[in-house]
């Protein structure tokens, strides 16, 4: 059984560009959530995906956006970079929508906006 | 909105003494979940362990155990016999019983262990 993971682990940006973090959920797993974390605080909830829809979404503008996939694996893409967008974001995979609470986080993607 | 609280930025425990973490929150729903998590510095989110609101029953999971306390709108964890490897930063989180799994995070407790 494979964990979850995300790529790229590391990547810089410069301010007004455009960026996409992947996701590959765990096994038989068919919910994702995003969640951002910036320094020293605690994770954001940015949105969640069920079976290919958005069933959930944190207070995060529009140029936040994402996708799920027929295999579940997820994108998070974030358009026109601002500075407060460095953070890690983390990609958590869980089954069904209902809230066994059991969710299985990736180690992040740690995004620097110059 | 619901907010979680952790009071203590950072703790520490001299190895193999026991240590509490403090958690409050607050909600008006009836029906939710808490939970503490782990965040090792590898970055990945482990769970800890997990609390029903409507179970009175206190969570254990080997060295790790919650207090709840319902009315009072606490959570605090208890980690007896503390190892090197407990070292992490640690989260509490609420998660409304209905609805997209939106975990609320507290700003979490890093804690150190004193060999």
């Known amino acids: 059984e494979t964990g979850v993971t995300q790529s790229p682990t590391h990547l810089i940006k410069t301010r007004g560009q455009q960026v996409t973090l992947r996701c590959s959920s765990q096994s038989g797993h068919n919910t994702v959530s995003w969640y951002q974390q910036a320094l020293g605080q605690g994770p954001q909830f940015i949105f969640q995906y069920y079976r290919e829809e958005e069933n959930g979404r944190g207070n995060f503008p529009p140029r936040f956006s994402g996708l799920q996939f027929p295999n579940y694996s997820s994108e998070l893409n974030v358009n026109a970079l601002e500075l407060d967008d460095s953070a890690l974001y983390l990609c958590?995979?869980?089954?069904?929508?209902?809230?066994?609470?059991?969710?299985?986080f990736g180690e992040g993607s740690r995004l620097t906006v110059l | 909105a619901q907010t979680v609280t952790q009071s203590q930025p950072e703790m520490s425990v001299q190895e193999a003494e026991t240590v509490t973490l403090s958690c409050t929150y607050d909600t008006s729903e009836s029906d939710y979940y808490l939970f503490w998590y782990k965040q090792p510095p590898s970055r990945q989110m482990i769970l800890v362990i997990r609390?029903?609101?409507?179970?009175?029953q206190n969570a254990t999971e080997n060295r790790f155990s919650v207090n709840f306390q319902k009315a009072a709108k606490s959570f605090s964890l208890k980690i007896s016999d503390s190892q090197l490897g407990d070292a992490a930063m640690y989260f509490c989180?609420?998660?409304?019983?209905?609805?997209?799994?939106?975990?609320?995070f507290g700003q979490g407790t890093r804690l150190t262990i004193n060999p």
């Open positions: 609390q029903e609101a409507y179970k009175q």
């Open positions: 989180a609420y998660l409304v019983g209905q609805g997209a799994q939106k975990l609320v």
């Open positions: 958590a995979s869980a089954i069904g929508s209902g809230n066994t609470g059991e969710l299985f």
